[in-house]
């Protein structure tokens, strides 16, 4: 029984993710095909185990039964056997498993789901990816999208390739929702390349604690998702606003102007950069996040 209300559960809540559209806060869309064959699976197993349940109840109690008629004459070759024993390890284990199944039930549920938020890159720290390092799978992703450890040296310059030409032919660029991942990327390997152009973009504030210099200085940003919120990353650019300008973490703007590049000592690196022209608040999108298109 207990095993079919966990299955009910976790079908149920795959479910309403899927047509809520939660599930957009959880995992890239392109790969929610994936999440919805897992919630059908589920289904599939949810009526087995319900099947199997119904088909079993009246044996369950005959064995039962034939049981407690030949109680007399087992008990006494069982004290030794162990049975007993292995019938309450096997308790105890239950007494783990089942809650811990349950947890994600219950919090997918009913606890409210959280966006991620500047918060969260304070909890978390904000710096530069670090190219120094001796370890070679280190990876930290902040500010400039990195999506060259998914594809091999020659066929991610290939790829980095054709999105410069899909982005740089525009003297005007206006960086969406749905490429803002792919169009930060290109902008970050081909800084020299964007220079001079213009190009507008949403997201966030974040008033780095770090920079101490020019407090004119923020940074836009976006949550981005490479395939689930496990690999989620803080992206965007450093932008220049005009004197005087001063903007609460969190608050939603629209921000356009010209690409150049600066040395930015809480880096310690040149970086692209945004010098405003114009901006504008706006409201914070029903989607927050953003994805890598692949």
């Known amino acids: 029984m207990i095993r079919s209300l ?5 079908t149920y809540l795959i479910f309403k993710l899927h047509l809520t559209g939660d599930i957009s806060k959880y ?17 599939v197993l949810t009526i087995v185990q319900i099947f199997m349940l119904n088909k079993s109840g009246g044996k369950a109690d005959s064995h039962e039964h034939h049981d407690h008629n030949h109680e007399g004459h087992d008990h006494v070759h069982c004290d030794d056997c162990g049975h007993h024993h292995s019938h309450e390890d096997k308790w105890y284990k239950k007494l783990i498993v089942y809650p811990i199944l349950f947890f994600p039930i219950i919090s997918g549920l009913f606890f409210p789901i959280a966006t991620l938020d500047s918060n969260i890159v304070k909890a978390k720290g904000f710096h530069f990816p670090i190219y ?8 930290q992703e902040f500010l400039r999208p990195d999506s060259s450890i998914y594809y091999s040296a020659d066929d991610y310059n290939n790829i980095m390739q054709k999105e410069k030409k899909k982005y740089i032919n525009h003297n ?14 290109t902008i970050y ?11 507008s973009f949403k997201g966030f504030v ?41 903007l609460k973490n969190d608050t939603w703007i629209n921000v356009k102007g010209t690409v150049s590049s600066i040395y930015y000592q809480p880096f310690k690196t040149t970086i692209p950069y945004l010098k405003v022209d114009s901006w504008s608040k706006t409201s914070a999108p029903t989607q927050q996040y953003v994805y890598r298109q692949f």
């Open 6 to 10: 966990i299955l009910i559960g976790f």
């Open 27 to 43: 995992i890239n869309m392109k790969y929610s095909y994936l999440s919805a064959a897992a919630g059908y699976g589920l289904l």
């Open 132 to 139: 120094d390092t001796s370890d070679p799978y280190f990876q």
């Open 172 to 185: 005007d660029l206006s960086i969406t929702d749905q490429d803002f991942m792919n169009a930060m990327e």
């Open 189 to 199: 390997n081909f800084p020299g390349e964007f220079e001079g152009r213009e190009i």
């Open 206 to 246: 974040f008033n780095d604690p770090q920079s101490t210099v020019n407090k004119s200085q923020i940074l836009v940003l976006r949550f981005g998702v490479i395939h689930c919120i496990a690999d989620a990353g803080v992206f965007g650019m450093l932008v220049d606003l005009p004197q005087g300008v001063k």
